[in-house]
């Protein structure tokens, strides 16, 4: 009899890991076609005659839209079967594929990655929490490792395949290449896809779901006003609606009783710090992926090919580390890589703000390498380790405000950092000499950041010693909460 259980968990055990497979795969189309695009913005501003400040809504907009979607990813796990969830995925890929691929004007192409960016919104929660049903929490470091190996090889190659696309070819093919490719996923998909967990009916919350989107548009809108040189009187005014709906989200969120997610999430200080690295980490990546291969066209006349060719090396690091870094985790704990990590990426982001224009291509080149290694060695890591930590009941929860959380971080950091790169406009420099000014003052901002998330990380670790000797420390959720009180 045990033998047969025995070989039941096996089977199930192998056909989880085959579907986290297939999922990633979808997720890591996603991300591809995000990562190229990020160098494919020069000649996009030129063919459809745009400004930097609204060309990069085609990142922007697409982080968004995918943090809007995984806002749901807990009501949806307990709704929706994982198959129903993947299929939906592959079809609104599929549909903003054509739209992106066939687009005449920049504001098609924007609606297609806007639609998009639903299959990353539920494929990315999706995968994470089959693990979650299937993964024992001693593997769990692991297992997150081998699924971030797949999605985050695509940084990797996504500005490599982009600007070899406009290179040799031309950008729409980007979206021809991938369809295929989504078609024979969903064909896999749809036929192994199994359910691990049981669903049930439950309300969804359109209001809190609505104040929070609106909350989240309006935030990085009235960032992007000011790189559209409307001023800061109308950004502020976004900000103020930003505010406006937070406040109002919190208050209906005590008296809600249908399903979006549980803010509890937040009492809990595991969660809460290794959330905050984990946005500070994903907001410096999505924005730097950005700049770079914009910074080396702009200030070393590279062409876009090399521009993406810069972020290889690096990225490779980042998505084949992934297994090892999530080892290390299991077997080390957390301090090794959550601390070794983020120091390597604060000393490639002071390379770069010391180094300047002086760096050069394989400087640049270099001193990303430095940066991709640390950060994909804290970032899974401080998700697992906290999921590790947080409360079962709680898990779902915090997958989505994981989720939520990266990608909006990314749309932030596109703004910000594509804001900074263009904010020195010195009369008597030249256009690569002010680009290069701003693109300093980015990478200033990204060094304090990672001294910010060693503070973090060292609160963290010291909540999960507390923990262990029976303490209940005081985190800062507590403390805001008492304080509003």
Request: hydrophobic letters at 55%; proline letters at 3%; one cysteine or more.
């Amino acid at each position: 009899m045990n033998n047969v259980k025995k070989t039941r968990q096996q089977t199930m055990s192998k056909n989880a890991m085959f579907v986290i497979v297939v999922v990633a795969l979808m997720s890591f189309i996603g991300v591809l076609t995000e990562t190229s695009m990020n160098v494919t913005f020069p000649t996009l501003m030129r063919q459809f005659n745009v400004p930097m400040s609204t060309i990069q809504w085609v990142t922007s907009g697409y982080l968004l839209t995918a943090a809007l979607v995984m806002l749901t990813s807990a009501f949806m796990k307990r709704r929706f079967t994982n198959r129903t969830l993947f299929i939906w995925a592959a079809v609104l890929f599929i549909i903003g594929d054509i739209l992106c691929g066939l687009a005449t004007t920049f504001w098609v192409m924007l609606l297609g990655r806007l639609i998009q960016a639903g299959c990353v919104g539920l494929c990315t929660p999706l995968m994470v929490n089959i693990i979650l049903d299937v993964v024992p929490l001693h593997k769990l470091g692991t297992y997150m490792g081998m699924a971030n190996l797949i999605i985050l090889v695509a940084p990797a190659l996504g500005p490599t395949f982009g600007g070899a696309v406009v290179a040799f070819s031309n950008w729409r093919m980007i979206f021809w290449i991938t369809l295929p490719l989504t078609l024979i996923l969903l064909f896999i998909g749809q036929g192994k896809i199994e359910q691990y967990t049981p669903t049930s009916h439950y309300e969804f919350d359109w209001l809190r779901f609505a104040l929070l989107g609106v909350g989240l548009v309006s935030l990085i809108v009235g960032l992007n006003t000011l790189g559209g040189g409307h001023g800061w009187w109308q950004c502020g005014l976004y900000l103020l609606v930003t505010a406006i709906m937070l406040v109002l989200f919190g208050v209906v969120s005590q008296h809600s009783q249908r399903a979006l997610f549980s803010l509890s999430v937040f009492r809990d200080p595991a969660f809460l710090y290794s959330f905050l690295p984990y946005v500070f980490l994903q907001f410096a990546n999505v924005g730097i992926n950005f700049l770079l291969p914009n910074y080396v066209q702009e200030v070393n006349g590279a062409t876009s090919f090399v521009g993406g060719l810069i972020l290889l090396p690096g990225s490779l690091f980042n998505g084949f580390g992934q297994p090892v870094y999530g080892w290390m985790l299991d077997h080390f704990g957390g301090k090794l890589p959550l601390c070794l990590g983020d120091i390597l990426f604060t000393l490639g982001l002071i390379g770069f703000t010391i180094g300047g224009a002086s760096l050069g291509i394989i400087g640049v080149t270099i001193m990303y390498l430095i940066f991709a290694i640390g950060r994909s060695m804290a970032f899974g890591n401080s998700v697992a380790y906290g999921l590790k930590k947080i409360d079962k009941s709680l898990r779902n929860d915090a997958n989505a405000l994981y989720n939520t959380g990266q990608q909006v971080s990314g749309a932030i950091g596109t703004t910000v950092l594509a804001l900074m790169m263009s904010a020195v406009t010195v009369t008597h420099n030249t256009h690569a000499q002010n680009v290069a000014a701003g693109s300093q003052l980015a990478f200033g901002l990204l060094v304090l950041l990672g001294l910010i998330n060693l503070f973090l990380f060292y609160r963290l670790l010291h909540v999960d010693a507390a923990k262990a000797h029976g303490a209940q420390p005081v985190h800062l959720w507590a403390k805001v909460h008492a304080y509003l009180k």
